[in-house]
């Protein structure tokens, strides 16, 4: 069996987004039977170190059956380029920090979660930080199209 692709998600805190992204795609891998394909995980931009979900986004994640519970934020480290295959960022301002930020001989690919995802009818994910719970819905919505899509990007079916 090949090497699992690591897949690292990107937001500003490491609270809401990205670990939300992270969750959503290993719950989509273990539902399509693909365990061991994939490792999931996420970091934020302007993260502290340790810290919990927001209680709104613990309430979204339990309407799609996932635990945030344990999440505890971290922040991206240059490391990141070279340990995880592919770095997806939540919106623009995270590309664009990767982009920044990257090293001249990073291995990591780069990519904008909503990227090619016409349906979504956005190209970023809104954060839901300290809004209301139809915002935190609504992003995990759009991360769950996202997170779909990414899916058969990275393991087309019959790979």
Do not use: W
């Not at 059956?65 to 623009?92: I, K, N, T």
């Not at 970023?124 to 759009?142: F, I, W």
């Amino acid at each position: 069996m090949a090497e699992p692709i690591r897949v690292l998600f990107i937001c500003t805190g490491n609270l809401c987004r990205s670990p939300l992204a992270s969750v959503m795609l290993e719950s989509e891998v273990a539902s399509r039977g693909l365990q061991g394909r994939m490792l999931t995980s996420s970091a934020g931009t302007h993260a502290r170190h340790g810290q919990v979900c927001p209680p709104p986004l613990i309430e979204v994640a339990t309407t799609y059956g996932l635990d945030m519970s344990a999440h505890r934020s971290r922040r991206f480290e240059e490391e990141d380029f070279f340990e995880h295959d592919v770095l997806v960022a939540l919106d623009l301002g995270h590309l664009d920090h990767l982009n920044f930020l990257r090293p001249k001989h990073a291995t990591a690919q780069q990519l904008l979660l909503l990227s090619g995802v016409d349906e979504a009818g956005v190209i970023e994910v809104p954060d839901p930080y300290g809004r209301g719970s139809r915002d935190y819905a609504r992003a995990a919505s759009l991360i769950q199209l996202g997170v779909r899509h990414l899916l058969t990007r990275l393991l087309p079916p019959g790979a």
